[in-house]
């Protein structure tokens, strides 16, 4: 089985480019994951992993990431080799991604924790115009404007 999960932050904006034979997206980018443990200075260390998605969603993370971004990357471990310019073989290891999760920028996760719910920057999945959601904490109850018994007829139901 090859599957790997990775969540973590861009290092660098995303790379696209568009294959020369069928015109397929391809984009590059590299995530810093967090080790679960510090190093020997004390001070937390990371892995950089590059990873590759394909066709749609390569077109989408270029589009909406850049560095900082976190994502959550699932796909599987691939291994390619070449031969560089002075005929030497180079082994490359990288994520091939079937999924890329946006989960947020890199200022975004400052201002939850500030709770400034004012920021001008939206996330990189916001679609929508959020500016109700901005207005309501988050730690009001959504449901507290509903009624105590909603009445629903069985021809209402869609199963």
Do not use: H
């Amino acid at each position: 089985m090859n599957r790997v999960v990775l969540i973590g932050r861009l290092t660098r904006d995303p790379e696209l480019r568009y294959t020369s034979g069928n015109n397929s997206a391809v984009c590059n980018f590299t995530i810093a994951v967090d080790r679960a443990f510090t190093g020997q200075s004390g001070e937390r260390e990371a892995d950089f992993i590059p990873v590759v998605v394909w066709n749609k969603q390569a077109e989408n993370v270029k589009n909406y990431l850049t560095k900082g971004s976190q994502v959550a990357v699932e796909g599987r471990i691939q291994v390619r080799n070449y031969d560089d310019q002075n005929g030497q073989k180079r082994y490359v290891t990288e994520v091939i991604a079937n999924s890329v999760e946006f989960l947020g920028t890199k200022n975004s996760n400052n201002a939850n924790q500030s709770n400034n719910s004012s920021s001008s920057e939206p996330t990189p999945y916001d679609f929508t115009d959020d500016s109700a959601a901005k207005s309501t904490s988050v730690d009001t109850n959504p449901f507290a404007d509903f009624g105590q018994n909603i009445e629903i007829s069985d021809d209402e139901l869609p199963f």
